[in-house]
């Protein structure tokens, strides 16, 4: 009894490490690309959701916004698609970072509960501010706010919040000839 317990055994031991299925690499990658802070303006609860579901071909890559229109061209580089603009239902909203009235805060921490980044500090009875530069703007503190002391403010572009734009310049098919590349 004990010999078919060992045989049954190694059986399976060897049947677990031989047949092991692990994740798709492609989710862990397009995953990585996507912002992490699982607010769920794309319609999935998390990044990891939405990864799964655009590696399945389910979801396009055109649906996160606070990954902006550079995610959604590193997607298309990935997945060696076409670049798509924002789309089904989904808006690009201006960057914005959440301010806290201070004169309103009663401290109840329930904003800092639902911040996924760790971007507001305080504690518990006491007033609570916005880390700025932490803060991604998915607005995932604005709801749950009892007194309504929380607002989204839209991020001016300056020189110190300007971001180069990806240049969306048409480029000419090349073709060879007997003498080189010659432009078409």
Known sequence: MSG???VLGAVLGFSAIKFRVEG????DKI???LPQIQCGQCGYPGCRPYAAAIAAGEADINRCPPGGEEG????????????KPFGSGTVQKPKAVAFIDENLCIGCTLCTQACPVDAIAGAAKQMHTIIAAVCTGC?????PCPVSCISMVVI????TTWK??????????VRRSAFGRVPE
């Open 4 to 6: 078919i317990a060992i």
């Open 24 to 27: 798709n690499p492609l989710v």
């Open 31 to 33: 995953d990585a690309i």
């Open 72 to 83: 959604i061209r590193k997607l298309a580089d990935l997945l060696g698609v076409e670049f």
């Open 139 to 143: 607005e995932l503190c604005v709801a």
């Open 156 to 159: 001016e572009e300056k020189i």
């Open 164 to 173: 180069w734009k990806y240049p969306v310049y048409a480029l000419a098919p």
